[in-house]
């Protein structure tokens, strides 16, 4: 079965660190998802993008977080620098158009010390 | 704004239990519907869906909801649930149409905790 493949998978840094997740989506799905997972706030959409062009950020933190679709088999989500508060699985998604359901990768469990 | 409501936030049950966990949404107008399971460290997967046609939709594991349009409910049931069901469960809602178009709104989730 076709996955999305996302990287690391755990990821432990000092805060003041820069911090890239990637992701890779299923081959054939035009539309990315990041989102941030806790256990006060649950699961936050960040970004999405579709056909690599960015929809909506507006669920990320513009002053240290960016998100960006260099190509179509690859989405990066950075933090620069990092702080505790990052803290938190982050999961990339894809789908193959509207109205299609997510498929979710693993997950990428960050821990700013 | 658009929103989904998951009444539940923790749910005990012993195994054979039937399970009832509640879904609302906010949206007017054409919306599409899911269900969604996080097995403890594991990433969202999809139970079931519904988008038009019969409101009773039957997913995997013997997981069915039914959306009942009137009160803007889809809700998530099985009969008797195992052990192995344990695991946190999100509804959520797509809009079809308008600015929003693209952005699946998640429930906070419920976790279920099924007690051998």
């Known amino acids: 079965d076709a996955r999305v493949t996302q990287t690391p998978r755990h990821k432990v840094t000092e805060m003041g660190q820069e911090v890239t997740m990637r992701c890779q989506p299923i081959?054939?799905?035009?539309?990315v998802f990041w989102y941030r997972q806790t256990m006060m706030q649950g699961l936050e959409l960040l970004a999405y993008?579709?056909?690599?062009?960015?929809?909506?950020d507006s669920g990320m933190p513009k002053d240290r977080f960016s998100a960006e679709m260099p190509d179509a088999t690859l989405a990066t989500l950075k933090i620069q620098p990092s702080e505790p508060r990052d803290s938190a699985v982050y999961f990339c998604?894809?789908?193959?158009?509207?109205?299609?359901?997510?498929?979710f990768g693993d997950g990428t469990r960050l821990s700013i010390l | 704004a658009q929103s989904v409501s998951q009444h539940n936030h923790h749910v005990i049950l012993s195994e054979a239990a039937s399970l009832e966990l509640g879904c609302n949404y906010s949206?007017?107008?054409?919306?599409?519907l899911f269900w969604y399971v996080q097995y403890p460290g594991q990433h969202l997967q999809l139970l079931l869906k519904?988008?038009?046609?019969?409101?009773l939709v039957k997913g995997i594991k013997g997981f069915e909801a039914e959306f009942i349009k009137s009160k803007f409910s889809f809700n998530l049931r099985k009969p008797s649930v195992q052990w192995s069901d344990t695991a946190e469960y999100f509804c959520?809602?797509?809009?079809?149409?308008?600015?929003?178009?693209?952005?699946?709104?998640f429930g906070k989730g419920t976790k279920l905790s099924v007690k051998p």
């Open positions: 998604a894809s789908r193959r158009g509207d109205n299609q359901p997510q498929h």
């Open positions: 081959l054939g799905h035009n539309t």
């Open positions: 993008f579709r056909n690599r062009a960015p929809l909506d």
């Open positions: 949206y007017g107008g054409t919306v599409n």
């Open positions: 519904y988008f038009s046609g019969d409101p």
């Open positions: 959520a809602a797509l809009s079809a149409y308008g600015g929003s178009q693209g952005n699946l709104i």
